[in-house]
Structures are given as structure tokens and as C-alpha cells.
């Protein structure tokens, strides 16, 4: 997947994170749960989420409110609203809520809410915030480059966090030219296995 948006497989079952604007167009197809960590468009798009969800009745959806509000009345109970704390089982996954708040892009901007998710115990997507989940994460997906982040900000996010590996999400305003930069930087300092799928490529957890 693109951007922000991720799939996890298990067992014959799918999972997909945050199928936005920037991510490809059917990237929500096949999913058997749909995460959504705030309602930016680059995360939320309306119209690839209503696909997965016509696609496969029995996909649901778990979002904080905002989101929630645009497609529960469509999928009457298959729309679950959550936030920080919040834990749920979907499709055999485990899921844990964690974030309450956007970062902040600008004082001036007003923000929103913004909900990670720890999968399995093990892979955790902040969404667009620097989230710290209070126990030990083993893959983080990791917003590698936004409007409200700086890299000195992502590597002590990655020594914070300790994590086993760090897979870069949230890249799609990266240039190919600082590409090699950031890998560098974060791989050298952050303390952690640090990577980069290109769309389409996949890697076992």
C-alpha cells in the first residue's frame, strides 16, 4: 500500500489501515476490518472505504467519531466509533486504541483527534501523531515525514518507542532525492532495524 495506508494479513484474514486519498484505489477491496486513524484525507477516504464495505458485508469499520459520522447511517452496525483505551477483537485480530489528539501542524490550526492502533500486541500505527502506547512495540509504522514533524523528532520517536524494526509510513511528500537522507539519519540514530516498503511490497512479520 501507499502512504499512510497499510494491510496486515493472518490466518486468511485482512486488515487495512487508514486507505486514504493518496493510496491506491482499490486499497481498501478485501478487507476484512478497516482502521481509520483521523478523518484527514490522506487517511480518510470516504468513497475507498464505502468500496471495501459494499465489496465484503461482512468488513466493519472501527474510527473515533468524526469518521464514524459519515458512514454509520450507509453500514448500520458495522461502523464502531473508539478511542484512547479502547480495546476490541475483529477478524482474530487483537487491537488496542491508543492517542487522543492530532500533532500539532500549527498553533494557529486547530486539532483534531487522532487515534493509533496496536495490532496483535506487536504493530503499532500512530497515525499522525508521535504516540507513545506504554508498552513495548515491536514493528512501529512509522510517519517518517508530514507538515507537523521534523526528523530529529522521528528519530527520538523511534529511541523512545525501542522498537525491534521501524517501517516508514506517511512518505508520499518525501522526494526520491531526500529518500536516501532520511533512511540514513533514522537508520544510523534511531536505534532500531529501520526500512522502507515501496508500494505493492510485501514483508513477513
Not at 35 to 64: K, S, Y
Request: glycine content about 10%; proline content about 7%; aromatic content about 6%.
Amino acid at each position: 500500500m501507499s502512504h499512510a495506508c497499510v494491510r496486515l494479513e493472518k490466518d486468511g484474514r485482512t486488515l487495512v489501515i487508514d486507505p486514504g486519498g493518496f493510496s491506491e484505489e482499490d486499497s481498501a477491496l478485501g478487507a476484512d476490518v478497516l482502521l481509520v486513524t483521523h478523518e484527514h484525507p490522506d487517511h480518510f477516504d470516504e468513497g475507498r472505504l464505502r468500496a471495501g464495505l459494499e465489496a465484503n458485508p461482512a468488513a466493519e469499520i472501527w474510527t473515533l467519531r468524526s469518521v464514524a459520522e459519515r458512514l454509520s447511517a450507509a453500514f448500520p452496525g458495522r461502523v464502531h466509533t473508539v478511542g484512547d483505551g479502547d480495546t476490541f477483537r475483529a477478524a482474530g485480530f487483537d487491537v488496542q486504541v491508543h492517542g487522543e489528539l492530532h500533532a500539532v501542524i500549527h498553533p494557529d490550526i486547530p486539532r483534531i483527534t487522532n487515534v493509533g492502533y496496536l495490532v496483535d500486541g506487536a504493530v503499532f500505527h500512530p497515525g499522525d501523531a508521535l504516540t507513545v502506547p506504554g508498552q513495548p512495540v515491536d514493528t512501529l509504522l512509522l510517519p517518517v515525514m508530514a507538515p507537523w514533524s521534523k526528523i530529529s523528532e522521528v528519530i527520538d520517536y523511534v529511541r523512545e518507542l525501542k522498537p525491534r524494526r521501524a517501517y516508514d509510513v506517511h512518505d508520499a511528500l518525501l522526494s526520491d532525492l531526500a529518500r536516501p537522507i532520511y533512511d540514513r539519519q533514522i537508520g544510523g540514530l534511531g536505534g532500531a532495524a529501520h526500512d522502507r516498503l515501496t508500494p505493492g511490497q510485501s514483508v513477513e512479520l
